[in-house]
T-cell receptor, first 110, second 115 residues
Framework: AQSVTQPDIHITVSEGASLELRCNYS??????LFWYVQSPGQGLQLLLK??????LVQGIKGFEAEFKRSQSSFNLRKPSVHWSDAAEYFC????????FGDGTTLTVKP | GAGVSQSPRYKVAKRGQDVALRCDPI?????LFWYQQALGQGPEFLTY????????KSGLPSDRFFAERPEGSVSTLKIQRTQQEDSAVYLC?????????????FGPGTRLTVL
């Protein structure tokens, strides 16, 4: 069975600083990989996804993620964080059905 | 067009009561998913419909949980004899087709509190 680990429960960064959120997955083959963002009271919104091809994928809101097969990782990055990026971020694996990590809460300091 | 909607947004039930949670997917979306999100955790898969067919119900935690989508659009998740451990946010998502890598569009969820 697949699993997803997001090692950082909570991350705080200053506005304008760079961001990296970690995601590690466990699955026997290359799965489909997703990053979602959830703001309070809102549903999850897809930021980006990877299923084949270029291992660096671009998403909405200036986010990108890199798939590294050797490390079973799919880390999310943003070069300059905005206050509006404060939210909870979920990494997910799709291999027949979706499995989500427990999320990373991002706080942005002014 | 409208996104995925869920009702009610909040539900408080006494232990032992039955509840019904509704999901209106995006019009024309073939696939519909239900997830349970406990506090501080990620969503956990409950069940999946392709049109009116329930193709996967492996995530339903007990036989008290039942989901249906009789006409291939609106879906209802029913929980019988609610227990305190059922307290969670229940998320519904829909997707335009059955391919695994297609984007799922999520509703805002129904927060269920069982007293």
């Amino acid at each position: 069975a697949q699993s997803v680990t997001q090692p950082d429960i909570h991350i705080t960064v200053s506005e304008g600083a760079s961001l990296e959120l970690r995601c590690n997955y466990s699955y026997g083959a290359t799965p489909y990989l997703f990053w979602y963002v959830q703001s309070p009271g809102q549903g999850l919104q897809l930021l980006l996804k990877y299923f084949s091809g270029d291992t660096l994928v671009q998403g909405i809101k200036g986010f990108e993620a890199e798939f590294k097969r050797s490390q079973s990782s799919f880390n999310l990055r943003k070069p300059s964080v905005h206050w509006s990026d404060a939210a909870e971020y979920f990494c997910a694996v799709e291999a027949g059905k979706s499995t989500f990590g427990d999320g990373t809460t991002l706080t942005v300091k002014p | 067009g409208a996104g995925v909607s869920q009702s009610p947004r909040y539900k408080v039930a006494k232990r032992g009561q039955d509840v019904a949670l509704r999901c209106d997917p995006i019009s024309g979306h073939v696939s519909l998913f239900w997830y349970q999100q406990a506090l501080g955790q990620g969503p956990e898969f409950l069940t999946y419909f392709q049109n009116e067919a329930q193709l996967d119900k492996s995530g339903l935690p007990s036989d008290r949980f039942f989901a249906e989508r009789p006409e291939g659009s609106v879906s209802t998740l029913k929980i019988q004899r609610t227990q305190q451990e059922d307290s969670a946010v229940y998320l519904c998502a829909s997707s335009s087709d059955s391919r695994s890598y297609n984007e799922q569009f999520f509703g805002p969820g129904t927060r269920l509190t069982v007293l």
